[in-house]
């Protein structure tokens, strides 16, 4: 059993849901209630990472964010450090390939409140600012919760664009699925079982308690 | 002063329509769906523009369209209640009416839900309450605001009859505590000449006629576009005494009115509205009939209708009784203006829910 690999993962499923979190309330809210020219290729381009294959994203973030490109000579000035294998460029290709799952059930979530209670709110003379957190997100938390935690269990168990951002360092850009694999190429099955089952525990946990968790929002509103 | 409103849109519904409502007075926009009614009272509210518009409260612009002067809805001060009430569903009947303070005063929210008569139920939810009680608790909070207008918009279609009714007469009670201008929406006649000051008719976005409501209720030309059989008159009346038969004796201007049992205590003053169609005309003072309303008048003017019908307008002191008679029957009796005449009432065909209380000066 590799704690250390599970360690990294956990901390990267963590950074990730912190820093979409922002990113899914206000994108979710703004597809969800706002009418616009190229509205369909914004929600295109934020579905993209669900149905390319993570090579072909992780080539581009490689391409992207590699020592030779602007971003890449960016990073290196500031922080003297490379972006690509290393844990901060993992951060960064894990929140691009969570786009879908952070943004697409918020914005089911805000789509879901009727026109009139917004109206409403504003009757009532709430500011957009005081509707959001008043009327909006207790009436769409469910679905910015969902979307947390699909975000957590997805980047738990990222695999593909992991190993190409990344690559294999123990303690930096290892995580569990990369050390799953690993142990299953050097035959040590045991080990690979382990991790499995213990990925598996982990992800069902999750996703029950936010269900059972949603079933009551449900009931109480009902 | 007040306010007024001045709006024309060409789409997405045709728009073409002014009017004004003072200070404690209430407007009815009465009209079908689909008129452009609820689009007034959204163009007051903010929640909508029309391509010219002007909306002003106690001479303070709103909504100017040539002066490029457009308030946000939450920055207009109004009262608004919902068709379908749009209460906050995860907040109880009392955090509704502080969604709607600038500072929420728990004091203040009790109060309020005692003026609309929901005392004990503030710590429910929507869910846990009636459709009329929902319809009290959108209007508590609609009035939370101290709002400079209050906009109803069909508050009363969401509920069953009995609910309206009772719902209708708190309201009348309740406008003795209010000075702003309302505007009523509602498709219903008998709606609009039980609680309106003023009425406008309005149709594909044009007000075709707006005055009292006693002058445009009596508009046959007026309400055709809501369906004739709706002209009615509106007599005042105080409750005398309930008979052991069932029946209430009522005290009208235009003498003694018998109606089924009316729930209210003797001494009430009530609003009752006689269906133009219900009243038959006789010349002499009929004997031997079941009806128990005789009221003797005098006919005022005779208006020729499009079809086989014409209304009689019967001046019985200075109120007036509507009846709607063929052309031919009118012949036979060879009625003309300042003729003598019965009006026959017969007091099952007053419905309950044309009788509502008085507004208390």
Known sequence: MDWTALNLSLQLAVWTVVILLPVSVVMGRFLAFRQFRGKPLVEALVMLPLVLPPTVLGFYLLVTLGRNSPIGQWWHGVFDSQLVFSFQGLVVASILFNLPFAIQ???RGFQAIPAELREAAACCGMSPWRSLWKV??????PGVVTAMVLTFAHTLGEFGIVLMVGGSIPGETRTIAIAIYDRVQAFDTASAATMSAVLVAISLFTIAVTFALSARVGRRLG | MALEVIARAGSPIALDAAFRVGHGELLALLGHSGSGKTTLLRTIAGLWRPE?????VDGTAWLDTAGRVDLPAHRRRVGIVFQNYALFPH????????????????????????????????ERRPAQLSGGQQQRVALARALARRPQVLLLDE??????????????????????????????????VNEAQLLADRV????????????????????????????????AAMLPATVVEHLPD????????????????????????LRVRIMAHDVILSRARPEGLSAQNILAGRVAKIVPGAGPGVVVHLAIGKHEILARITRRAADQLDLK???????????????RDHVAPRRPR
Do not use: C, Y
């Open chain 2, 155 to 188: 508050p009363f279609s969401a509920v069953d009859r009995a609910t309206r009714e009772k719902l209708h007469g708190e309201i009348i009670a309740l406008r003795a505590h209010l000075q702003m201008p309302v505007v009523l929406v509602t498709h219903d």
């Open chain 1, 136 to 141: 909006e997100l207790p009436l769409a938390w």
């Open chain 2, 91 to 122: 907040m109880t009947a009392a955090q509704n009416v502080m969604a709607a303070m600038p500072a929420p005063d728990p004091t203040e929210a009790a109060r309020i839900l005692d003026l609309v008569n929901l005392h004990g139920l503030a």
């Open chain 1, 105 to 107: 059930p918020a914005q």
């Open chain 2, 337 to 351: 203006p300042g003729e003598t005449a019965h009006a026959i009432v017969k007091s099952m065909s007053v419905a």
């Open chain 2, 52 to 56: 010219q518009a002007r909306v002003t």
């Open chain 2, 246 to 269: 069932g029946l209430t004796r009522l005290d009208a201007p235009t003498g003694p009115l018998f109606l089924p049992g009316v729930n209210s205590e003797p001494g009430t003053r």
């Open chain 2, 200 to 231: 406008a008719v309005i149709e594909r976005g044009r007000i075709i006629r707006e005055g009292t409501t006693a002058e445009v209720m009596a508009d046959a030309e007026a309400l055709r576009a809501m369906g004739i059989r709706e002209l």
